[in-house]
């Protein structure tokens, strides 16, 4: 009996033992499931941190800081998309430039300050560089730099054109946003053509078609100067005249009547003059007043006056003093009014005919320098830019084979004709030989347009975004660059580039608008930085 109490206390004593180190290991597990749950905890701890925008509804949002819905903060925080943005170090207050403003709300300057001043965004320079210590590498293998970076197209948000089309308004010629494909091989199966711009030296040349007229510059017509009756002509078509050469005589009532009146006026003068010399001889003898002797004295002047009108008005009809001379001491009923050349020349049209009728301003005839001629000629409103003032031009007429003449433009008209789309241009030519005719036709060279500066690309690789040309340049199989250029002229399906483009550049040269659809895609959804 003692020894079955011994056992069983034996049993129940190890029992109590087997308690006591079984609560010791579950305490020991207890203390080391933290260590193992650390890096957990750490994670749940951070969560919140990443997070926290969320607790920001959409009306509460800022609406000029642009939103991750994937990660639930604001673009500008969000170091997930963006992890340049945690690598980016504040700039001490010693070393901040003192000419620029600073944002002490978000730690950056104002003119990098994207939250005050989202507008920068758009204005950022495409194409700008990372210096090391501000670019990053993506997955991809594309250089991140220290602005915005757009993941989807892996491309700097400065340069993607995809999620950016309206940028292009904005560029300067030669500077371009990148456009990327999904793959190289969907360009292909759209029928995208690649080559290479050529020298426009390569173009050929433009060529008008002109006019011959008179040098409106040494052309006039000859009227006469008041109404009368011609009774003679001295001078015909096809005859050479010199300056103040007599052309026509014509009788003239207002001839006469200025005659009369200066002759009237002499009289008066004459009685005016005989008084003035008895006043004067009175007061001397102290009996006429002083006041006699001026109103004699202002009475002749007034008759010399009217006389000298008389002779200025001769002389502006046209004849010389020698002739007013004649014509005043001349008794005659019938003076005759000369109608001279203004200037020396060839008469090309005569309209004057004896004992013809004619009013002040009629043309009587038509007199013309033929030393020199106008070429008129119109260009078309594409090849304006090919035409300047100054211009040298090499003129051709079928009517004198093998002949040539050079000229220069000295005028282009400021104007496009609405009907024809062309605007005028003048050129001035030698006529030494005097066989340019008035109204011949021509065919007008500019020369120098073989060497013209610029590229030619074809018509079809020419695209416009947004009022502006631009041409889509090849960087890689499934990535292009829009780039704005300047043009000249068209000629025969090929465009010359003036600005914007090296000759070594791949472009597209067919299916352009593939590119350009690619690129104006963005407009029809969200770009990406409304993930």
């Not at 001043?117 to 210096?131: D, M």
């Not at 002499?266 to 010399?277: D, F």
């Not at 030989?433 to 109204?439: A, E, H, P, S, V």
């Not at 090296?502 to 963005?522: F, H, N, P, R």
Request: charged share 25%.
């Amino acid at each position: 009996m003692i020894a079955r109490i011994f056992k069983l206390t034996n049993v129940l004593a190890a029992a109590f033992f087997l308690t006591i180190a079984l609560s010791g290991c579950g305490a020991s597990s207890e203390n080391t499931v933290p260590d193992e749950r650390a890096p957990g905890s750490e994670r749940k701890a951070s969560a919140p941190a990443q997070q926290s925008g969320q607790a920001i509804s959409p009306k509460d949002r800022d609406p000029n800081r642009l939103w991750c819905n994937e990660h639930g903060l604001y673009e500008d925080e969000c170091v997930i998309c963006h992890p340049e943005i945690a690598n980016k170090k504040p700039v001490s207050a010693e070393a901040r430039d003192s000419n620029r403003l600073w944002c002490n709300e978000h730690g950056v300057y104002e003119d990098e300050c994207y939250i005050c001043h989202p507008e920068l965004k758009g204005k950022k320079e495409a194409g700008s560089t990372a210096t090391p210590n501000q670019a990053a590498t993506t997955e991809g293998g594309a250089v991140q730099t220290s602005g915005l970076f757009c993941k989807e197209h892996q491309l700097p948000e400065s340069e993607c054109g995809n999620c950016r089309p309206e940028a292009v308004a904005n560029l300067p010629v030669g500077k371009g946003l990148k456009v990327r494909f999904a793959s190289g091989e969907s360009t292909n199966k759209a029928g995208v053509a690649i080559g290479s711009p050529i020298s426009a030296a390569r173009s050929p040349a433009a060529q008008f078609l002109g006019q011959v007229t008179f040098n409106r510059n040494q052309f006039a017509d000859v009227t006469p100067l008041a109404e009368g009756v011609v009774l003679e002509v001295l001078k015909d078509v096809g005859q050479r005249v010199e300056m103040g050469e007599v052309l026509t005589t014509m009788q003239s009532t207002e001839i006469a009547t200025v005659r009369r009146e200066i002759q009237q006026a002499q009289a008066e003068g004459r009685r005016a003059s005989q008084t003035l010399a008895r006043e004067q001889d009175l007061h001397v003898r102290k009996i006429s007043p002083r006041q006699d002797v001026e109103a004699a004295q202002a009475e002749v002047a007034v008759y010399q006056s009217a006389i000298e009108e008389g002779r200025q008005h001769l002389l502006a009809l046209g004849l010389t003093k020698e002739e007013v001379a004649a014509l005043l001491s001349e008794k005659t009923d019938s003076p005759t009014l000369p109608v001279r050349a203004p200037f020396a020349g060839t008469i090309v049209e005569r309209n004057a005919t004896r004992g013809q009728s004619v009013r002040s301003g009629d043309a009587l005839f038509q007199i013309a320098d033929l030393s020199t001629m106008w070429m008129e000629f119109s260009i078309p409103e594409n090849q304006i830019a090919v035409v300047s003032t100054g211009t040298t031009i090499d003129v051709r007429f079928d009517a004198y084979p093998g002949l040539s003449f050079d000229g220069e433009v000295e005028w282009i008209g400021a104007s496009i004709d609405t009907q024809t789309r062309m605007v005028k241009a003048r050129a001035v030519l030698a006529n030494s030989q005097g066989i340019l005719k008035d109204g011949l036709f021509a065919r007008v060279t500019i020369r120098g347009a073989m060497t013209n500066a610029g590229l030619s690309v074809p018509e079809s690789a020419i695209q416009d975004v947004d009022g502006r040309p631009v041409i889509f340049r090849k960087l890689e199989d499934d990535l292009y660059e829009t780039l704005p250029v300047e043009l000249g002229a068209e000629t025969d399906g090929q465009v010359v580039v003036l600005a914007g483009l090296a000759e070594g550049d791949l472009i597209v040269t067919q299916g352009s608008y593939v590119v350009k659809s690619e690129l104006l895609k963005g407009r029809l959804g969200a770009g990406c930085t409304d993930h």
